[in-house]
């Protein structure tokens, strides 16, 4: 295992280019793809791409608030000493290996985008606190980790849509609980032993004493605030309207939860972390100028969200995605096809790493494809969930916030990540081979 990632490690450091421009070359073949196989035009394929550019505004906006209000949230003075605290438990590299994994897996099972978040933190503390682990096997376990339990996660999008009246699928599948899809057996086996896998994995594939690589210094303790002297400055710091603003806050969250339950999407999470941040912080100014210091992360994700919107466009538009899908729906039985639908999955996510875009498009060839088959639409549903995590691990889309608030490049951590995957790979396509015949 540590041969095979220290292999990678070497592969990608020599030939693997930046997250923007692995994001420009799949735009290249996703383009060429579109010409040559799916029998569009150069001018079409264009317009394809320019016409799904801009579609990831509002996703892009998410996670960029995601991004920072989950750093101001970790920075707020309580925050940060309680992390500091949990961070000192470790004193080995395999302690903080197994902290970092555990909690980062448990965050993601509550939200992905919280897990993301909160797991980079913890792995920055821990290895603030811990020099004899390495920094960059630490965020990498960290990631992997949310992956591994993201079947699970009380935020998977596929399962939640087709839970919800009014889908576009509903006239052919109906509801499908969450009993059905992230409480099954296959989601729950799916993740405990993926998860499980790749924490064995991570174990062999720590760097030996001498090879660790540990946090630099770049990433310091944020200095003292000064103290407010002007009227101006004491407006800016004021606790009245502090905490006017955060009961405000409190109120429209409790209404949200009476209204919705416990659902926990994107645009609450980020609400939920914008006024306990503003909370913690004490006044506007401290929260609006550690959320300044958390915007720089962001820019990988400003930059390259719109060029894999764009992907999507074309593999969308050019019927990419429908060939695939029809194409291992053509060479399946009923006992192969949860494995080919996973499998398809995996493929498509490299060109379309949205779990939401890759269901609405997917999702409708394979449930087709099942009509006259004997085959759970559920087994469907987490097949292409499970099979868009995968290979989240090679795709760069999702590792993007990570990568910006540890400050370290995809190099860094992309063949650990890799290893990863290949695990996982295993353990799920193993799984969903056996469904059909443990009846799941």
Known sequence: MKSLSRSLNILV???????????LIL??????????????????????????FWKFLEFGMQMVVVLVTGYAL????????????????????????????????????ISWGLGFVGGTIIAIE????????????????SYSAVIATQPMSLALTAPLLVNTPGHPLEEKIG????????????????????????????????????????????????????????VAEKIDNSIIVNTIVVIFGILAISLYFIANGFNLELNIMNFVFLVIGIGLHGSPAKYAKCI??????????????????????IMAGSGLIVMIGQWFASISTEATFPLFTYIAAMIVNIFVPSAGGQWQVQGP????????MNINPATIVNAVSVGDMTTNLLQPFFVLPTLGLAKLGLKDIWGYCM?????????SGTIFLLVPVLGW
């Open 27 to 52: 735009t290249i073949i996703a383009a060429a793809m579109g010409v040559l196989m799916g029998g569009a035009s150069l001018p079409d394929v264009a317009n394809m791409w320019y016409a799904g």
């Open 365 to 372: 060839v394979m449930i087709e494809a099942i009509q006259n």
């Open 419 to 427: 290893t990863a995957m290949l695990i996982l790979m295993v353990i």
């Open 13 to 23: 450091e020599k030939y693997l280019p930046s997250a923007f421009l692995f994001a």
């Open 175 to 230: 509801l499908i609980p969450v009993t059905e899809t992230i409480f099954s057996p296959t989601m729950l086996t799916v993740s405990i032993v993926g998860f499980l896998g790749i924490y064995a994995g991570f174990a062999f594939m720590a760097p030996k004493p001498d090879e660790v690589v540990p946090l630099s210094g770049e990433l310091s303790e944020p200095a003292e605030e000064a103290k407010p002297q002007t």
């Open 74 to 109: 970790a920075k707020a003075p309580l925050v940060n000493r309680l992390l500091a605290r949990f961070a000192t438990i470790p004193k080995t590299q395999f302690t903080a290996l197994t902290v970092v994994m555990v909690v980062s897996g448990v965050l993601g099972i």
């Open 292 to 313: 300044t210091d958390g915007i720089p992360a962001a820019s990988g994700i400003v930059l390259q969200f719109p060029f894999y919107a764009g992907i999507i466009g």
């Open 126 to 141: 821990v290895a603030r606190r811990t020099k004899v682990a390495d920094f960059r096997l630490l965020v990498a376990s």
